[in-house]
């Protein structure tokens, strides 16, 4: 037992550094609703709407927007708030069911709904991107486009100097701090009539995180049993 005790205390540290280690390629991320418009929408964006953020190389970030909206909504609007970001290198879409233009503006032209936060959503000059006059049929839909779910992916160089490790400190840190990010959808043609705004929430767990945890606490209680 001398020596598996270490082996087993060594093999919970390592569980336990893998949970407080960062993804290094991939984050996900989920939306809160900010306009409130109708609760059923709302909910519905907040459960199927994600982006997901990953490292495109030296100097570049990739977000990744889908939707799997149970009320036949659409993205049309994305906005970027500040953060690492120098600007759009690309914009990358599944198909000709999705166009989304960088044209340096969008309508309307800032996150509606995001003047109300604190600190109120400004929209950077020339982060963001739109369909055009807010055309539903060529945002992100819950729909499969060349038999995979429809996607638009927006590619941005980084400030020279940042990381996509800055990137994600700037989306998970606090607000107001001046290097911030936050990313604004606005999404339209939900079955109830309406459209509403959300703004990126905290990140989602990766899906072992909760299995490391029950395995670092079951060889906490192997250790104590063995103790006794």
């Known amino acids: ?121 400004v929209a950077t000059q020339g982060f963001m991107v739109d369909t055009g006059s807010g055309s539903t049929t060529k945002g992100v839909e819950n729909k499969l486009e060349g038999g995979a779910l429809e996607f638009v992916t927006i590619r941005f160089n980084l400030i020279n100097g940042k990381t996509f490790a800055d990137t994600l400190a700037a989306l998970n840190g606090p607000l107001g701090d001046g290097n911030d990010l936050r990313v604004g959808l606005h999404v339209r043609s939900f079955s109830t009539g309406n459209s509403e705004s959300f703004v990126n929430a905290a990140p989602v767990p990766e899906p072992d995180s909760a299995w490391l945890v029950l395995a670092a606490l079951g060889v906490t209680s192997l250790l104590q049993t063995r103790r006794r």
Do not use: W
């Not at 989920?30 to 490292?55: K, P, R, W, Y």
């Open 1 to 121: 037992m001398t020596r598996l005790r270490p082996l087993l205390t060594a093999g919970l540290l390592s569980a336990l550094g893998l949970l407080a280690t960062p993804a290094a390629h991939a984050a996900p991320y989920s939306f809160n609703c900010i306009t409130g418009g109708n609760a059923q929408s709302c909910t519905d964006g907040q459960a199927h709407l994600d982006m997901e953020v990953t490292s495109a190389g030296a100097g570049l970030v990739d977000f990744t927007f889908h939707n799997l909206s149970a009320l036949g909504s659409s993205i049309t609007e994305i906005y970027f708030d500040d953060g690492t970001l120098l600007g759009i290198a690309s914009v990358i879409d599944s198909g000709n069911g999705v166009t989304f233009s960088q044209i340096g503006s969008a309508t309307p032209g800032n996150l509606p709904g995001g003047n109300k936060l604190s600190p109120a959503f």
